[in-house]
Structure formats: structure tokens, C-alpha cells
């Protein structure tokens, strides 16, 4: 595939953190080596390791969000779609990167491709407890109290979760907490997409889905550690790369 400007890309949990410098420093090596010639980008969730609220935006936010608004400024449209570790992103944040939210999930077309955008854990439905904890902490009346909490208070409770998460998920089968075809079916009953593109699980991968007779590729995008794993579309092709 040759990169011109005519080509989109998708990355998803990159888990940025400012105890994670080497990680931001490959995002922003990101950025400006791939991003800034793109056409789109779209952010699938869990950019960041967690958020709390915008009223905690301080240095490091600051500079992944200039970051993100010379892609704006150079005439790139980011979109960022919220994942389980930072639904809480809110509109000073948006505002300050110059990027577009969108609602999980998503409908697009870009280049003939009719596309699902989703952070992923919605398509993992064997999971019983984690979808009604999702239900109920991204409801709108759950996510206005939790911003009324003093910072510290918020903080004390990410850390409870957070360490309850770990044990829960170290209980389980991977394959209970890994997207299921029932999760896939469901998602694209009432759509039209015939390609899917998703993060969360944090193994990158390429599944082929029948849907009512249609044949539908599932692209899964992996995490980012040591390095980065993106999505590259464009008029012939979608494919999963390595940034390093």
C-alpha cells in the first residue's frame, strides 16, 4: 500500500499516562510520522490509561491534546471515539485537540467501504457483569454524579475498580472476555457495514463474520506497548500494521 494523503487510519488503546513517557513519545513519534499525512483519523477508545474528568486536565493532557490539534491544524480531522478507560472525556478536552466525538457505535463510508466503528467491549457479550457495569456507570445520570465527586474522591474510587477489574479478569477464561458472534450479530442486525473495525481485547486479528448471507471482516486493532498497532485504509486495501 502507498500512503498519499488519501488514506485514513485508526489506532485504539494506546493507554497513554504521564508515568508512561515512553509510550507518549511513541504516540507523538505517531503523530507526525504517519498521522500528519493521512486524511482522517479516527481514535477507537482508551487513549488514554484513564480520565477522570476534564477538570483534572493539567501538563501532560495538554500535550497530547496540541499534539492532536496540529493534525487539525494541518487540515487532518481526528475523531475520537471513547473506550471503558476514558469515557469520561468530555468537551474542554475535545475543544482543546480540535477532534470530533462520536457515538459508540458507528456508521461511516470512506473509499466504498461501508464501516462499524466500535471500541469493542460491547461485542463482548459473554460477559455478563461487565456489560451491566457498563450500562451502568456510561448512563448520563451516572457520569453527572461521578463529576460532582471531589477529584480525590473520584481518584480513590478509579483505583478500587481498577484493582477489582484486574482480579475479576484474572479469574476468567480469555475467551469469556473476548468478543463473541453473538456480540457481532447483534451489533450489525439493523446495519448495513460490511466491515468492522474495534479495539479493546488488545490482540490485533482479522475475522471473517456471515451476517444474514453477507460476508462481513472484522478488524481487530491490537494495544500499545513498546509499539504501536494502527489501521491503514484506503481505496484497495485495509490493513493491520506495526508503528515502532
Known amino acids: 500500500m502507498t500512503l498519499s494523503k488519501n488514506h485514513t487510519l485508526f489506532v485504539s488503546d494506546v493507554h497513554l499516562s504521564e508515568n508512561k513517557p515512553e509510550l507518549t513519545a511513541l504516540f507523538l513519534k505517531f503523530i507526525n510520522e ?10 477507537l477508545g482508551d487513549l488514554f490509561d484513564v480520565w477522570l474528568g ?41 475543544k482543546l485537540a480540535k477532534i470530533t466525538a462520536l457515538k459508540d457505535p458507528c456508521e461511516i463510508s470512506i473509499f466504498g467501504y461501508s464501516l462499524l466503528l466500535t471500541h469493542g467491549d460491547l461485542l463482548c457479550t459473554d460477559d455478563k457483569l461487565y456489560q451491566r457495569y457498563r450500562s451502568f456507570v456510561q448512563n448520563p445520570l451516572s ?21 477489582r477489574s484486574k482480579q475479576y479478569q484474572q479469574r476468567q477464561p480469555i475467551a469469556k472476555l473476548d468478543v463473541t458472534e ?10 448495513q457495514a460490511n466491515v468492522i473495525i474495534h ?3 488488545h490482540r490485533a486479528n482479522t475475522i471473517n463474520h456471515n451476517v444474514n448471507g453477507r460476508v462481513i471482516t472484522r478488524y481487530v486493532l491490537g494495544t500499545w506497548h513498546h509499539t ?16 515502532q
Open 228 to 243: 504501536g498497532s494502527y489501521i491503514v485504509l484506503d481505496t484497495q486495501s485495509v490493513e493491520i500494521k506495526v508503528f
Open 199 to 201: 479495539g479493546h481485547v
Open 182 to 191: 453473538e456480540g457481532v450479530q447483534k451489533i450489525l442486525a439493523q446495519k
Open 54 to 94: 476534564d477538570d483534572l486536565i493539567g501538563n501532560f493532557e495538554h500535550e497530547i491534546a496540541t499534539a492532536l490539534e496540529t493534525l487539525a491544524n494541518a487540515g487532518v480531522k481526528t475523531y475520537f471515539l471513547a473506550g471503558n478507560r476514558d469515557f469520561f472525556v468530555g468537551e474542554k478536552f475535545l
Open 34 to 43: 504517519k498521522a500528519l499525512f493521512a486524511q482522517e483519523l479516527y481514535i
Open 143 to 163: 457520569r453527572k454524579i461521578f463529576l460532582r465527586f471531589p477529584i480525590q474522591f473520584r481518584k480513590l474510587i478509579a483505583r478500587k475498580l481498577r484493582s
